[in-house]
Antibody
Framework: QVQLQQSGAELAKPGSSVKISCKASGYTFTSYYISWIKQTTGQGLEYIGYINTGSGGTNYNEKFKGKATLTVDKSSSTAFMQLSSLTPDDSAVYYC??????WGQGVMVTVSS | DIVMTQTPLSLSVAIGQSASISCKSSQSLKYSDGKTYLNWVFQSPGQSPKRLIYQVSKLDSGVPDRFSGTGSETDFTLKISRVEAEDLGVYYCCQGSYSPLTFGSGTKLEIK
């Protein structure tokens, strides 16, 4: 069955970066894009962008350009998202998803000094 | 970006009764291929979101037929007939016809 297993919670300081992972199983990894979504209490669900797992090509929501960098390692069927120059506004739960049909369990990122 | 407006923000429904959630988009979601990429996603407390319906009315595998989706262009509705306790949580509409994908603000379903 399709599974997306994300890495664990992160506590980061303002100005630093974090890199979270999303390991896919149960299907041919390079056949589907992986999307990333941010969830906060205040802003709800926000689409960050997606990565073409076959070519590595990316598409970002304008709002997250410069904040998020999406990469992929085909050898391990894993997608990554790096968040840079972190501020408290980046504190959220981040999900990876295969389309909208399958979601990871989410990673809570907390930015605090 | 396409704005998705959901109503109501919350509703309280007794077990066995029906519930209806409206979602309106700021422009038609009918894509150039003729399909309408409107999804309904459900999030139970403490869990990750789960898609229930795609392309307006198609139920995902394993979703009970108590759930149904209707609508076209800019107006869409999710109906839950015979609400059960496991249905409590937040329901989001989500459009995939335009980039970036956008979500409604959610409707919280409580059990009366």
């Amino acid at each position: 069955q399709v599974q997306l297993q994300q890495s664990g919670a992160e506590l980061a300081k303002p100005g630093s970066s974090v890199k979270i992972s999303c390991k896919a199983s149960g299907y041919t990894f390079t056949s589907y894009y992986i999307s990333w979504i941010k969830q906060t209490t205040g802003q709800g669900l926000e689409y960050i962008g997606y990565i073409n797992t076959g070519s590595g090509g990316t598409n970002y929501n304008e709002k997250f350009k410069g904040k998020a960098t999406l990469t992929v390692d085909k050898s391990s069927s894993t997608a990554f998202m790096q968040l840079s120059s972190l501020t408290p506004d980046d504190s959220a739960v981040y999900y990876c998803a295969r389309g909208t049909g399958y979601w990871g369990q989410g990673v809570m990122v907390t930015v605090s000094s | 970006d396409i704005v998705m407006t959901q109503t109501p923000l919350s509703l309280s429904v007794a077990i066995g009764q029906s519930a209806s959630i409206s979602c309106k988009s700021s422009q038609s979601l009918k894509y150039s291929d003729g399909k309408t990429y409107l999804n309904w996603v459900f999030q139970s407390p403490g869990q990750s979101p789960k898609r229930l319906i795609y392309q307006v009315s198609k139920l995902d595998s394993g979703v009970p037929d108590r759930f149904s989706g209707t609508g076209s262009e800019t107006d869409f509705t999710l109906k839950i007939s015979r609400v059960e306790a496991e249905d409590l949580g937040v329901y989001y509409c989500c459009q995939g016809s335009y980039s970036p994908l956008t979500f409604g603000s959610g409707t919280k379903l409580e059990i009366k």
